[in-house]
């Protein structure tokens, strides 16, 4: 065979084209997210690998910080992410009503409780985070239910974080208040219990697994995964029900790259994508998929119903009477 000397150059031309024109074609999907990251991270890593065309950019911070970078880039003209994955679902309806979404009906989400996604596929929940009881092992009560809190054993005990800081606790206080059997004199009874309320979910949690406080109201991961490492607390699914968040995901109205946001979608609502969930040690959405260790079966936990659209249009009016209650 004759030795061409040009030949290795003509090669390496023809493999950097072909390097090109592969990067050229490649999707790349721009998430901004509240996930702690190392969760954010894995999530993303799953989707790659079930999706190696696709590159996932991804911005994790707070809801609050990640809606007011979004507001500002808003109004900028400039949006820059294709997909929202965060905490409470009445952020996503403010941003629905503004007009800053797009609807996807994905087919995944035929196995999900309608009350999980927004009829018209605007936002889809991902997981249930939800709040209830958290008490000491060594505390002399192991209370079953929301209204034991308000009752004079527990008057100072009791901690909670508040709605004026966490989104959770502001979606617990609506479906609350919104129970007949419980509404704002529960709350009224709380402070007059002398419940504090302080900043958020974390900490409760810490006060509580310290001691400085025999009972919480807080989220139920934090102490059921540290309850599995032998931290002295106990978590309760109070017999009238929890409050939930879903962490939701959504596509916005200007992404750059919807269909790539859709496949994320659908991984996330897929049954890979919600074995993930429990493996991160959440409870998931879908029915079927077994919960983390520490976690009861799905049908055992009654959750309290959430009108969304309403939970927004009161959120203002909610935080202000619940300052004027504990103060913020």
Known sequence: MTFHPYRPALVAVLAGT????????AETLVLYTSQPNSDAQQTVDAFQAAHPEIEVEWVRDGTTRLMTRLRSELQAGVTKPDLLLIADSV?????????????YLSDA????????????????????????????????????????????????????????????ALIH??????????????????ANNRTEAQGGNGGVFNDVASGTKPYGIVVDFLPIREAVKGSPVAFVFPEEGVSAVTEPVAILDQAAN?????????????????????QQGYLPALDGIAAPEGFPPRDEIELMPLDVARALEQAETQKQRFSDLFGG
């Open 18 to 25: 072909l390097l090109v024109s592969a990067m050229a074609q």
């Open 91 to 103: 952020t996503m309806e403010s941003l629905k009503q503004k007009g800053h979404l797009q609807p």
């Open 109 to 168: 989400r035929d196995g999900y409780a309608p009350a999980l996604y927004d009829a018209e596929g605007y936002y889809y929940g991902t997981k249930l985070i939800t709040t209830g009881i958290v008490y000491n092992t060594r505390a002399e009560h192991a209370p079953r239910s929301w209204q034991e809190l308000a009752s004079p054993e527990y008057a100072g005990q009791v901690t909670m974080p508040s709605p004026l800081y966490s989104g959770a």
């Open 173 to 190: 206080l609506a479906a609350v208040t919104d129970m007949p059997s419980l509404g704002w004199d529960y709350y009224e009874a709380l």
């Open 258 to 278: 919807p269909e790539a946001a859709r496949k994320f979608i659908d991984f996330l609502l897929s049954e890979a994508g919600q074995q993930m969930v429990s």
